[in-house]
């Protein structure tokens, strides 16, 4: 069942103890997503969706059952094997986009590149290719602080991109944007999705977008309603 599958999870959970009271955030989630697939996941705040989005890209570790990324089990690695998955595989689009504050917009672009071992000549011109084809060729070398929320997403948007990994994981990208940015923002993964088959799953309360995928999976207090 699972073996053509980019991304799967089976069983996925999770609960956090604060103090004597356990909260269980996420129970009994199972995934399989396929190369190319695209995935709305909605559900009202608190259900779960950044906590799920964060299992399933491997910065947060479940307390049940398993996420494998090309048929390999994220929680049987190391921190550092997690990282290394994570750099060749995904791409993820935080909330609060997260860039590096002390650098600049290409710099932060090119990041993953650079990580991956690709030349800095190469990396910088593919970085400031994506961010020219996102309307910020005249931000390449401004600081996260020196641009706007929209030119600030953008960026994460093409740091995600830049190495046209199997899964985008998009945390809701659009979610603060204007309706033109949040549209170039949206193209860009279908784009990305079309050309190279990247499989998208993406947290959005836009329902537009939402339809514009291939399945909508709706969250009600850490379990899948539908
Ligand atoms: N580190 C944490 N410790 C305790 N509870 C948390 C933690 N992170 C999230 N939660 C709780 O888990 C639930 C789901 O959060 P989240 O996944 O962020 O929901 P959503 O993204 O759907 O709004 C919320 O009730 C939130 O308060
Ligand atoms: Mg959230």
């Given amino acids: 069942m699972s073996s053509s599958a980019i991304l799967h999870c089976q ?7 604060e103090g004597p009271n356990d909260v269980e955030v996420l129970s009994s989630v199972n995934l399989h997503i396929e190369t190319g697939e695209r ?16 299992l399933l890209g491997g910065l947060d570790l479940p307390t049940t059952g398993s996420v494998w990324v090309d048929g390999q089990e994220l929680s049987r690695m190391t921190d550092k094997q997690r ?6 595989y995904l791409g993820f689009v935080y909330q609060f986009h997260h860039l590096l504050p002390e650098f600049s917009a290409i710099e932060n672009v ?26 910020l060729d005249h931000r390449l070398s401004h600081r996260p602080t020196e641009l706007s929320g929209g030119e600030r997403q953008r960026t994460a948007i093409a740091r995600a991109l830049i190495t046209e990994p199997k899964v ?6 659009t ?3 204007d309706i033109d940015t949040a549209n170039s923002v949206f ?13 998208l799953i993406m947290v959005t309360h836009d329902n537009t977008l939402a339809s514009k995928m291939d399945s909508v999976l709706r969250l009600d207090h850490g379990t899948i309603a539908s």
Avoid at 11 to 17: A, E, S, V
Avoid at 39 to 54: F, P, R
Avoid at 168 to 173: F, S
């Fill in 110 to 135: 090119a990041m993953p590149l650079l990580i991956r071992g690709v030349d800095k000549a190469q990396a910088f011109e593919r970085a400031s290719r994506l961010l020219g084809d996102i309307g």
């Fill in 175 to 177: 979610g603060n944007l």
């Fill in 39 to 54: 995935l709305a996941i909605v559900g009202a705040s608190g259900s779960g969706k950044s906590t799920l989005l964060h």
């Fill in 187 to 199: 193209d860009m993964m279908m784009e990305l999705n079309q050309r190279v088959g990247t499989a």
């Fill in 168 to 173: 985008v994981l998009a945390d809701e990208p």
């Fill in 11 to 17: 069983q996925l959970g999770k609960t956090y103890t």
């Fill in 83 to 88: 990282g290394l998955m994570r750099n060749q």
